[in-house]
T-cell receptor, first 113, second 108 residues
């Protein structure tokens, strides 16, 4: 079992650009959640996808959007990047329609310069 | 609003015990516990689903008091591998909200 995989592992972007991060959930999991973790802080919930729909959203602007595909994989898109978007972006998958434990990927380290 | 954890940091010698507390201002229906080592992803430790439930994982156990809206994580006979930051998480309608975190360091 490959577990949760994210790509890329590291990324450097310029302010104002757009970025797409990808996540493949653990086998058998149908729910994907995205988190932003700034240095020294805990993970902050961005949104959750289930059955290709955004089911719940945290306090993040519309610049943050996502998508879930029929195979349950997911993408996180961030437009008009700001310096403050620099963080570790974590993807977590869970089964049971999101009620079970969340398994995290290793994350994508995004640096905006 | 995120759950508040205490203490913020703990320093232990190998073999010592520790307790990490998690308090929420909202009614808790379930509590998750995770450990995150520096530079790594959070790793699931356990989930508590019922009031007063206690679960164990090796020498790590937890309790959940839904009336007090609190959960506690107990680390017994700590090992070097226990070092990391511990987060509780509360499930709020499909949102897993992480607590403020407790940094635990275990020294030989």
């Amino acid at each position: 079992d490959a577990g949760v995989t994210q790509s890329p592992t590291h990324l450097i972007k310029t302010r104002g650009q757009q970025v797409t991060l990808r996540c493949s959930p653990k086998s058998g999991h149908d729910t994907v959640s995205w988190y932003q973790q700034a240095l020294g802080q805990g993970p902050q919930f961005i949104f959750q996808y289930y059955e290709e729909e955004e089911r719940q959203r945290g306090n993040f602007p519309d610049r943050f959007s996502g998508h879930q595909f029929p195979n349950y994989s997911s993408e996180l898109n961030v437009n008009a990047l700001l310096l403050g978007d620099s963080a570790l972006y974590l993807c977590a998958s869970s089964g049971g329609q999101g009620r079970g434990e969340a398994f995290f990927g290793q994350g994508t380290r995004l640096t905006v310069v | 609003q995120q759950p508040v954890q205490s203490p913020q940091a703990v320093i232990l010698r190998e073999g010592e015990d520790a307790v990490i507390n998690c308090s929420s201002s909202k009614a808790l229906y379930s509590v998750h516990w995770y450990r995150q080592k520096h530079g790594e992803a959070p790793v699931f430790l356990m989930i508590l689903l019922k009031g007063g439930e206690q679960k164990g994982h090796d020498k790590i156990s937890a309790s959940f008091n839904e009336k007090k809206q609190q959960s506690s994580l107990y680390l017994t006979a700590s090992q070097l591998s226990y070092s990391g930051t511990y987060f509780c998480g509360e499930n709020q309608a499909h949102k897993l909200i992480f607590g403020t975190g407790t940094r635990l360091q275990v020294f030989p």
